[in-house]
């Protein structure tokens, strides 16, 4: 039977945790609707400026239902969507192998210091050139952006975490005979996990705004040609609305990927 003071305590950690969950966030973008629409007004005052008045909320919130129920967004998110993914999972599987290995060893860590750091202070964009020279599709020229993007972030936090665990660990591990293979899998990976996770998180923050101006390359699907498209046809509400719609699915997905990481972190 529950006492007064523990259901005290169990309603003020629900009020709480609502406030964290619905209340801030709706508070939030509330606060940054208001600024758009304080925007909006800024630009309806400015007669040079009339051109751009589709940009507020008052136009760009239709069509931005316009553009979902007609399935236009479905259509470009999708591609996008494969784009982005395609390019994350490269980057994993390269990032994650390479920065165990690296964070494993002291002698590799201070030889690919300075390459990697070089490589990484490259913007993704810069690669452009390159990747149009050398992939026959603009599809793959955009998924090399994208891993270029991603690639980074997840190789320095897998050879971050790798450094973090306790030698006596693997010592231990070593001294009752298991193998390589099962100190990997049974203690490595469940180790490095969270902050791994963290690593993807912060890729794919990066490479989710590297899609966007690489997808003005040759495509001809995908919201960075959209916008392009949008653009070039004045449609400014639509071009709102899809700036809008990209800001939403960026937020989805590192929720997807927050979500993960509390789930795997055997700490909380």
Known sequence: MSTPITGAV???RWAHGLLDRVAY???????LLLLWWAGGQYIKAQPE????????????????????????????????????????????LVA?????VVG?????????GFPFQLLRMVSPLAWMP??????????????FLIFMAAVWPILF?????VQRIDPLHLKVARNLGAPLWGRLWRLTLPSIAPDVLAGIRLALGVAWVVLVPAEYLGVTSGLGYAINDARDILAYDQLAALVLWIGVIGYVLDGLV???????????
Do not use: H
Not at 26 to 31: F, N, P, R
Not at 104 to 112: A, G, I, M
């Open 49 to 92: 400026l009339f051109a751009f008045t589709r940009f507020a909320p008052e136009a760009a919130l239709p069509a931005a239902w316009q553009v979902l129920v007609s399935g236009d967004l479905g259509e470009a998110a999708g591609a996008s969507l494969y784009r982005i993914g395609f390019g994350m999972l490269l980057a994993i």
């Open 10 to 12: 169990g309603s003020s």
């Open 130 to 143: 390159i990747a149009v020279m050398v992939f026959a599709t603009w599809d793959g020229a955009i998924v």
């Open 258 to 268: 927050t979500a993960l990481i509390r789930k795997v972190n055997w700490q909380n």
């Open 96 to 100: 994650v192998p390479v920065g165990i």
């Open 104 to 112: 494993s060893s002291e002698l590799l860590r201070r030889v690919t």
């Open 157 to 161: 936090s897998t050879v971050f975490a």
């Open 25 to 31: 966030p709706v508070a939030g973008a509330l606060c």
